[in-house]
């Protein structure tokens, strides 16, 4: 088992490193970085001293290692419009959307778990219908658009919930619920799926066959093993998860690392966009490593192998 | 003499059916699905299409059947509500926005956009997915761990920041929103087709065709490719509707195609500010883009369950 982690932390590390190849590329996507960054009626000899002092003229792989080792130590260079160390800046928001992302998976389950349960369990029946309709709409219904009906119903005409803001936990129902919506649909119709897979195996046979109750085998014997695909489906949604919250975090005004992005994007800063994709690109690739070793419990045939 | 031998030797391509994919059981598929009982079964696939039918229409004739110039403005007939509320009229059935603008003639036109940078950027993806796929997987070795490591940095970026930053820096255009969009879901395609061809690659008849010597291209595209269509169109009506809510997201964030052309995305971010005052000016586009997508999954749906062999029970 030891071998079997060590292979998938190098392999982690290797995407990484890739992850980090592509964030360096982003400053070079339009050929010209010092320009870019640069006003627009920036005189010529300006920007060559710019494109001097901040190394563009140097050959693309001294560049790159440079980027490399300063990335390493946390440096992805100053943002432009705050004028401070641009992963401080992202780190101060990634608290507000990582509550903001929990509370989006807190949506997603509580609504998917139940439903994929019972379709699985009820299969043709109205229930199960019901759950294909629920299903359907989720796959169908934009982020943004819901983010504002959301808005316009429990907002402005009920006045129930906050709007905007991130002051205390009601002002994450509704941006979390948005979160949650991007993987509801998926989650429910695999975990109908898988259980409906596992239902049909033969040890489940055996156990009623053995005299187990129904709930037993349900929970001790199916959903377990129900749950593998999910857990994985999860876990690869971490990147869906983070893509909604930019959404959520922009129509919601949630000061997140999302909307910063977005931001930083509208004022070409950067150093901010880098460090957000590259911090959004290692914890994908931390939950991906933990989904590795999270297999070796939910599947023993990994762990004896 | 050995030139001619090797031509008589040639085996025959697995029978092509126009367009729709190849080999026995694609065919047979393909004409179950046709059949009348089947096709009743799935009245919800009919339904799909006639919902696709009708937005792909408003989008072709557009300027038909459009009541007014999506780009005119009439300030003093500004945020008119839609018909059935209080104040609307006939005139503009789903009311105006803040320019005055006709609302139903801009969801009209709205379709062009959403539906030309659905299925070009879908079609760009295939291209691009497919032919990488098959090479990974039938030449294995180098070519396939290379491709398939590109594949996974990929993934480990959140597709929809990837496409922001990129598009943020490229710019915004019908043209770069098809290439980034495009582009950038490659490897969607690529998983399928490089898994597919994996065990394709090994049927007797692709043996057949290498010993008489054919090209790699034309063992690639005569052989392997007519029996991966299947998962080609499949996967491609999965895809283009989410391609849709993704221009249309980037077009709400401002980075979709520019004002004035009107896009469904942009509508509802132009409705943003009158949430409270006029909120059918974010609320009614949003139905055309279920509408369309909603379309789409259903017609897709019914193809996975048809051509594709893993989802059907006959086999």
Not at chain 1, 228 to 251: C, D, K, R, S
Request: charged share 15%; aromatic share 8%; proline share 5%.
């Amino acid at each position: 088992m030891t071998a079997y982690i060590l292979q998938r932390l190098l392999y982690n590390a290797f995407v990484l490193l890739g992850v980090s190849a592509v964030v360096f590329g982003l400053t070079f996507l339009t050929g010209d970085p010092a320009s870019t960054l640069l006003p627009l009626n920036t005189p010529r000899e300006d920007i060559d001293l710019f494109r001097h002092q901040m190394g563009y003229d140097r050959p693309m792989p001294v560049q790159y290692m440079d980027f490399l080792s300063k990335a390493v130590q946390g440096d992805f260079g100053m943002s432009l419009r705050h004028r401070q160390p641009a992963l401080p800046i992202v780190l101060e928001r990634l608290p507000a959307t990582l509550r903001l992302a929990l509370a989006g998976i807190f949506f997603s389950l509580i609504v998917s778990v139940p439903l994929g349960l019972l379709a699985g369990m009820n299969k043709g029946t109205w229930i199960d219908s019901v759950t294909r309709v629920v299903v359907l709409l989720g796959q169908v219904v934009p982020g943004f658009w819901l983010a504002i009906v959301l808005i316009l119903v429990f907002g402005v005409n009920l006045r129930w919930l906050p709007v905007s803001g991130s002051e205390g936990w009601e002002s994450l129902i509704l941006p979390g619920f948005v979160v949650g919506t991007f993987s509801m649909a998926s989650t429910a119709r695999l975990l109908r799926s898988s259980l409906l897979e596992v239902l049909s195996k033969d040890y489940i046979r055996t156990a009623h066959a053995k005299g187990l109750r129904g709930r037993n085998v349900l929970l001790r014997h199916a959903l377990k093993n129900a749950a593998i695909p999910v857990v994985t489906l999860m876990a690869l949604q971490v990147g869906n998860l983070l893509g909604g919250a930019v959404i959520a975090e922009v129509v919601f005004a949630y000061p997140g690392m999302g909307r910063l992005a977005v931001q930083a994007i509208t004022n070409r800063d950067v150093a901010v966009v880098q460090a957000f994709v590259a911090l959004s690109g290692a914890m994908i690739v931390t939950t991906n490593l933990l989904l590795d070793i999270v297999y070796t419990w939910l599947d023993p045939r990994i762990r004896f192998a | 003499m050995a030139v001619t031998t090797t031509i008589e030797l040639r085996p025959q391509p697995p029978p092509i059916q126009s367009g729709a994919g190849s080999g026995v059981t694609i065919r047979r598929r393909w004409r179950r699905a046709w059949r009348k009982e089947t096709f009743a079964q799935s009245l919800t696939a009919l339904i799909g299409g006639l919902m696709v039918a009708l937005v792909v229409s408003a989008s072709i004739f557009a300027e038909a059947i459009s009541p007014h110039d999506p780009l005119a403005q009439e300030i003093t007939q500004r945020l008119r509500p839609p018909f059935w509320m209080e104040g609307g009229t006939g005139a503009n059935l789903l009311g105006t926005d803040s320019l005055g603008r006709d609302i139903l003639s801009r969801m009209i036109f709205g379709s062009r956009i959403s539906l030309i940078v659905g299925f070009s950027a879908v079609i760009v993806a295939g291209t691009i997915g497919v032919t990488l796929g098959m090479l990974a997987a039938y030449f294995k070795g180098a070519v396939d761990l290379i491709l398939s490591r590109i594949a996974d940095i990929q993934q480990a970026i959140p597709f929809l920041i990837l496409i922001i930053a990129v598009v943020a820096v490229v710019g915004a255009s019908l043209l770069n929103l098809i290439l980034v969009l495009g582009v950038g879901s490659w490897l969607f395609y690529y998983r399928v087709v490089r898994g597919e061809t994996l065990s394709v690659r090994e049927e007797p008849y692709v043996e057949a065709a290498r010993i008489v010597g054919c090209t790699t291209p034309r063992i690639l595209f005569r052989y392997i490719l007519p029996n991966v269509s299947a998962s080609i169109i499949v996967i491609g009506t999965l895809f283009v509707p989410q391609v849709i809510l993704f221009e249309a997201g980037l077009s709400f964030l401002g980075l979709g195609v520019q004002p004035p052309t009107p896009t469904w995305g942009g509508m509802i971010a132009e409705g943003r500010d009158y949430v409270a005052s006029a909120w059918w000016l974010s609320v009614v586009p949003g139905f055309a883009i279920m509408l369309t997508v909603l379309g789409i999954n259903l017609v897709g749906d019914w193809l996975r369950e048809v051509l594709d062999p893993r989802q059907s029970k006959g086999r």
